[in-house]
């Protein structure tokens, strides 16, 4: 287990949080999952439920606003210095604002956009809230990716707005290049498969670590969510596509060992 107080560098995935329409069913099913304690906020976050391990903040769960129709869904959120220059970045490279700068009380600023495949996921300018403090153990993210529909617009956009440098993986029937900010994986960005059903756009996925794949993917069973085929090995690790209670899908593996530490990471 690494915990982290400092703010996460430009372009690092640095939160994930949830919006459904149920959040008790949601803090039910994910803290009997993965061993988190929620905390609601009060009414001035919306009621905004902070998931922790060990006290520290490693997911939010939120539930969907009256009166608006959001598809429930994970967001990956990655960390900026300046939500409004990067907003202007996404858009003269091609993206879109899908939900406009806002503030977080004093946690930090934030937007919502969508790459040029049509790909959502948030911007998060640290305020008191850094993101994620928790990695490298069970209930923790383990892996973010964008599975695409656009790839070589995908690829240029994040290129051109968030300076990554790209480490291609790709073979046989797929398409997939790790993301890399100053030679370190933070990401991936690859091909949507062809097993995915054809209306599904571009989309970003989290990945959760698990101590055991199998036994992960019993428990989302036995908590009323649907594991998508069998868990399957990897060169990254043991995982599996599930959904939970509420359908929302999510990624859970259980990665190789690693000395304790993501693959990449300099402690």
């Known amino acids: 287990m690494v915990f982290r107080d400092e703010r996460w560098p430009d372009g ?3 939160w994930v949080d949830l919006m459904v329409p149920d959040q ?6 994910y ?12 009414a001035e976050t919306g009621f905004y439920g902070m998931a922790g391990l060990r006290g520290r903040p490693v997911a939010g769960i939120g539930q969907t ?54 790909a959502v996921f948030g911007l998060w300018e640290a305020g008191n809230h850094i993101g994620t403090q928790v990695t490298a153990a069970p209930g923790t993210l383990a892996w973010n990716e964008c599975l695409s529909r656009g790839f070589p617009a995908a690829k240029a956009f994040y290129e051109e707005v968030f300076g990554y440098g790209f480490q291609d993986i ?17 990401g991936g960005l690859g091909t949507v ?5 054809a209306e599904v756009p571009s989309y970003w996925s989290a990945y959760f670590w698990v101590a055991d794949a199998d036994a992960g993917a019993a428990k989302v069973a036995e908590l009323g969510g649907t594991v ?3 868990p399957f090995d990897s060169p990254y690790g043991r995982q599996v596509r599930v959904t939970d209670d509420q359908g929302v899908p999510f990624m859970i593996i259980a990665p190789n060992e690693q000395s304790g530490e993501p693959e990449g990471w300099a402690v």
Not at 24 to 29: E, H, N, Q
């Open 24 to 29: 008790d069913k949601a803090i039910a099913f």
């Open 31 to 42: 803290g009997s999952l993965f061993g988190w304690d929620v905390q609601r906020g009060g």
């Open 12 to 14: 690092t995935p640095s």
């Open 228 to 230: 998508e085929g069998q």
């Open 170 to 186: 790709s073979g046989g029937s797929f398409t997939y290049t790790v993301l890399l900010l100053d030679g370190r994986p933070i």
């Open 65 to 118: 606003p009256p009166g608006q129709d959001i598809p429930p869904a994970w967001t990956t959120y990655l960390a900026v210095s300046d939500v409004d220059h990067t907003v202007a970045a996404v858009t003269e490279a091609g993206g879109q604002l899908v939900m406009p700068v806002m503030e977080v009380l004093k946690e930090g600023r934030m937007a919502i956009v969508a790459d040029p495949a049509g």
């Open 193 to 197: 498969p062809e097993s995915v059903p």
